[in-house]
């Protein structure tokens, strides 16, 4: 079943200079107020990785820098978010699930950016309190006829580079993933 996509979705630009994008829950990152405390809770992956465990981050990580257009969608038990028939038709790999423990909202932006607050250039989005699974979906919106104009940027009504999926996650639910690299490599 996909999803229909809301006249107010609008992807939004979120950039890093730091190779990777992150969704964060802000009052598990309240003591993080400048590089040094940063740098005690995110600097090193084992650092990242414990925080994806405790639910508090998501990365979207395609291990580089640059600007990337992400939409984020929840949904709930009885109506759960899912992909347009555009976006599946342009999606490219779909991570496994995270888990992402809600106190009240999430935010998007480069993991230089994690801390209790929400600053410039970054995406705010309401998730009720709770328990989430949530899937990031690599779009690419380069391959829709039409997505570019000629300087090869999106053109308005383009698709993201990220679709970022928050749905309840199911009671028994114990197994996500935790990597740091959200897709897995493909077989080569």
Do not use: K
């Amino acid at each position: 079943m996909t999803a229909q996509q809301r006249l107010d979705e609008v992807p939004v630009p979120v950039a890093t200079d730091a190779g990777m994008l992150v969704l964060w829950d802000p009052r598990r990152f309240e003591a993080v107020v400048d590089y040094d405390t940063w740098e005690d809770e995110l600097l090193e992956d084992e650092d990242i990785v414990r925080h994806i465990q405790a639910g508090a981050l998501v990365p979207l990580n395609v291990g580089g820098d640059g600007a990337f257009g992400v939409l984020v969608r929840s949904g709930t038990a009885a109506a759960p978010a899912g992909l347009t028939e555009r976006e599946t038709a342009h999606q490219l790999v779909a991570s496994q699930p995270y888990l992402f423990v809600s106190r009240g909202r999430a935010l998007v932006g480069g993991i230089e950016d994690v801390s209790g607050d929400a600053p410039d250039g970054v995406i705010e989005h309401p998730v009720p309190d709770g328990r989430y699974a949530v899937v990031v979906h690599l779009i690419d919106w380069q391959d829709e006829v039409g997505s570019q104009d000629e300087a090869g940027r999106p053109v308005p009504g383009a698709l993201p580079d990220f679709v970022v999926l928050i749905n309840p996650a199911r009671p028994g639910r114990e197994t996500f993933r935790t990597e740091v690299n959200t897709f897995e490599a493909p077989n080569g």
